[in-house]
């Protein structure tokens, strides 16, 4: 069974970093994806980075690409989201999820974390 847990959200000020960590258990690095959502007060949640975890290969939504950097560490079992120049209306709670890679796709992230929150003030 795939466990996954965050860790690292927090609160910071306009221009700051952090760092946000998914540890895995019971998930196999070489196959699916692993992403990292949002969840904003009243808004949809949204995917903003995913790792295609056999190979590396990255996708970032605009909102954050040039930002935010996700990676993997195999020997660790982590994914993480370094996110820099951070912008009020990136606060939210943030989630990891694993998911399927087929035809080319991410897909049916079925897996997910508590959550962590970030909150980044003006």
């Known amino acids: 069974q795939v466990h996954l847990a965050e860790s690292g959200g927090g609160s910071v000020q306009t221009g700051g970093s952090l760092r946000l960590s998914c540890t895995t258990s019971?998930?196999?690095?070489?196959?699916?994806?692993i992403a990292w959502f949002r969840q904003a007060t009243g808004k949809e949640r949204e995917g903003i980075a995913t790792i295609q975890t056999a190979d590396g290969i990255t996708f970032y939504v605009a909102s954050v690409k040039g930002r935010f950097t996700i990676s993997q560490d195999r020997a660790k079992s982590t994914v993480d989201l370094q996110m820099n120049s951070l912008r009020p209306e990136d606060t939210a709670i943030y989630y990891c999820?694993?998911?399927?890679?087929?035809?080319?796709?991410?897909?049916?992230?079925?897996?997910w974390g508590q959550g962590t929150q970030v909150t980044v003030s003006s």
């Open positions: 999820a694993a998911g399927a890679f087929r035809s080319s796709m991410c897909v049916d992230y079925n897996t």
């Open positions: 019971g998930y196999v690095f070489n196959t699916g994806c």
